[in-house]
């Protein structure tokens, strides 16, 4: 089943405006990451929140974690032309063994010059 | 930085042909995944390894087999291949336990005509 569900499907901003993605999934989970993939290339790790974080900075980026909503944001700042991409947000359900992640649907970003 | 290496890039198979994907994981990575992309689609999680054994399985269809050597490269065995098996075909590798960002490889383009 899916775990991770991405809003909006799709996102078109100006270049310098900030872009806001959210994931919401369904279990408990150890983390929350996302990853970004240009188009038909493999996808990049980008930032990871521990369930027990609620925020957490990487350059332009910023994510949110709430645990009680089981939701979790994708903040970036001052967009770039460059940063056009599909963002995924993933998560470890885990319990521990048998690590893995389960992605959402993505949200398309284009950031127009 | 030595990355996961895939191939071959592209694949363009018959229905009821057999095809294989290798991967060569980043050296030191104890685990290998096997995900798999439909056009507009989040990446499904196929099948994992650690150290050799085959760790989870996910949504593989009972047509493909993987495998892990010794040298910890991993093959995807896919047979009597169907139409919609096309999509692209990750490899990600990482180090065990909780916490651990999945590394990708640029994928296999897989077309079934």
């Known amino acids: 089943s899916q775990q991770g569900e991405e809003d909006p499907q799709a996102l078109s901003i100006q270049e310098g405006e900030n872009a806001t993605m959210n994931c919401s999934y369904k279990?408990?989970?150890?983390?929350l990451q996302w990853y970004r993939q240009n188009s038909g290339r493999g996808l990049v790790h980008l930032i990871l929140i521990r369930s027990n974080e609620r925020e957490k900075h990487s350059g332009r980026l910023r994510v949110t974690l709430d645990t009680s909503k089981k939701s979790s944001s994708l903040l970036i700042t001052a967009s770039r032309a460059a940063d056009t991409a599909s963002y995924f947000c993933a998560t470890d359900n885990s319990g521990g063994s048998n690590y893995k992640l389960t992605f959402g649907k993505g949200t398309l970003l284009t950031v127009n010059p | 930085a030595a990355g996961v290496i895939q191939s071959p890039r592209h694949l363009i198979k018959e229905k009821r042909e057999t095809a294989t994907l290798k991967c060569y994981p980043i050296?030191?990575?104890?685990?290998v995944y096997w995900y798999q992309q439909g056009p507009g689609q989040d990446p499904q999680f196929l099948i994992s390894f650690y150290e050799k054994m085959q760790s989870d399985k996910g949504s593989i269809p009972d047509r493909f087999s993987a495998q892990q050597f010794s040298d910890y490269h991993s093959e995807l065995n896919m047979s009597s291949l169907e139409l919609g098996d096309s999509a692209l075909y990750f490899c990600?590798?990482?180090?065990?336990?909780?916490?651990?960002?999945?590394?990708f490889g640029n994928g296999t383009r897989l077309t079934v005509t």
């Open positions: 990600a590798s990482s180090l065990s336990g909780a916490n651990s960002p999945l590394h």
């Open positions: 050296p030191r990575h104890d685990t």
């Open positions: 279990t408990s989970i150890n983390n």
